[in-house]
């Protein structure tokens, strides 16, 4: 059994750090790539080749390409998991390797591993649907049909790193699924009920959620525009964040590299419409994440939006910022027009960049940005990062039938 830590002795609340990042995404992979890519503004965007797009009058997306999973999996067969399964998977091994934690280091340690998705394994379903027998009877490969389980998201990380003394769960509350559980995981290290956590969230472009969003008419033709006068909706993307998280005590006692301090989140789900935020909604889990965090909105430096580039979303969300900010909010940026909407894994890959951007000071921008619509009413930092000295950062996750998700980071800096 792992040690415990003086907080969790004591019974008070551990102080709880990000010491490892994983990251598949479409502007990077890697630590180092996605520092980049954020920083420089990079797009993800092209045309969608993982499904067929035939029939579709624009079908841009943002897809991870050049990914090659054998680097990085090693223990479980890569061809027993599906695509959303090795993005998470391969982001897991980074974010320990990011860490500094030797093989094998974590398998016997009390941990937990929770990982958000909003298709699971969508992308291995869509494989299946429409394949038939002479005789009528649906073709079931069998290695195809164990790609297909949402919980190998979870299940695989632990397998791959041979953590044998862990919690897995795979929590499926759509685009904010991510920030659900970082949520978790700080919980369960803050409170002494796990030594780690690895969390954060994964999904994989599939053709049921692309053309779920292209019959609402919320898909961009080219570009995602998040807070512009013109923008026309979200583009679908994928990919995998993966957050090493672990109690201050632990992380100062090896010597580790702390990127953020996980200050705090707040929760809630107001069921007020199955697509439509709610901007009271939204006000009251910035309200939680903040009280949560200890935190005033007059020490927050940077909002990561949820940033979908629609107008419902745009207009409800800085409403509801200026709500609990007032007239000038902090900067407020969208990943997404980078990213593309990565589902489930949005929150977690905008997690990691808060984390990047405050470890190494800088504001992300928010990209293809032409004139702000008046009605958001906020800074996005078009188009060019800027250097900033970032001391706490609001990370934005909302999903579908209102269940929002907020986390806040800020820098470490010794005693709080």
């Not at 919980?151 to 795979?170: F, H, K, P």
């Not at 008419?217 to 979200?234: H, K, L, V, W, Y």
Request: a negative charge; hydrophobic letters at 40%.
């Amino acid at each position: 059994m792992s040690h415990v830590v003086s907080g969790a002795a004591s019974g008070l609340p551990r102080r709880v750090v990000l010491t490892g990042l994983g990251v598949v995404s479409s502007i990077g992979i890697g630590v180092d790539e996605y520092t980049e890519g954020i920083r420089s503004g990079r797009s993800g965007v092209r045309p969608i080749s993982a499904f067929d797009t035939e029939g579709f009058a624009h079908s841009n997306g943002a897809e991870v390409v050049g990914f090659d999973p054998t680097g990085w999996i090693r223990t479980v067969p890569v061809e027993q998991l599906g695509r959303a399964s090795r993005f998470a998977t391969a982001a897991a091994r980074m974010a320990v390797e990011d860490a500094g934690l030797a093989e094998g280091e974590l398998s016997q340690r009390r941990g937990m591993v929770s990982i958000g998705t909003t298709d699971g394994e969508a992308f291995e379903m869509d494989g299946l649907v429409g394949v038939e027998l002479a005789g009528g009877a649906a073709d079931f490969d069998p290695v195809h049909v164990r790609r297909t389980p949402a919980s190998q998201l979870s299940t695989a990380i632990a397998q791959e790193l041979r953590l044998s003394n862990v919690e897995t769960s795979t929590i499926g509350t759509a685009c904010s699924a991510g920030n659900y559980s970082i949520g978790y995981g700080f919980d369960a290290v803050r409170f002494g009920e796990a030594e780690f956590a690895l969390c954060g969230g994964a999904d994989a472009v599939c053709r049921k959620t692309f053309s779920g969003f292209y019959r609402l008419g919320t898909i961009a033709p080219e570009c995602c525009q998040p807070f512009d006068i013109n923008r026309q909706g979200i583009l679908t993307g994928e990919g995998a964040g993966v957050l090493l998280l672990e109690p201050l005590d632990s992380a100062l006692a090896r010597g580790a590299t702390i990127y953020a301090e996980v200050l705090g989140y707040g929760l809630n789900c107001d069921a007020h419409h199955p697509v439509a935020p709610n901007q009271q909604s939204v006000a009251r889990c910035i309200e939680l994440a903040l009280e949560n965090a200890g935190v005033k909105p007059s020490e927050v430096d940077l909002i990561s939006a949820h940033g979908t580039g629609t107008k419902a979303n745009d207009i409800c969300e800085t409403a509801a910022i200026r709500e609990v900010y007032g007239g000038q909010p902090p900067r407020t940026v969208s990943l997404k027009s980078m990213l593309g909407h990565s589902m489930g894994a949005a929150s977690a890959l905008a997690a990691a960049a808060c984390s990047l951007a405050i470890k190494h000071g800088f504001i992300p921008p928010t990209i293809n940005h032409v004139e702000t619509d008046p009605e958001c009413g906020i800074d996005c930092v078009p188009n060019v990062a800027v250097e900033a000295d970032l001391k706490i950062v609001q990370n934005n996750g909302l999903a579908f039938a209102g269940n929002n998700a907020i986390t806040v980071l800020g820098k470490y800096e010794g005693d709080r």
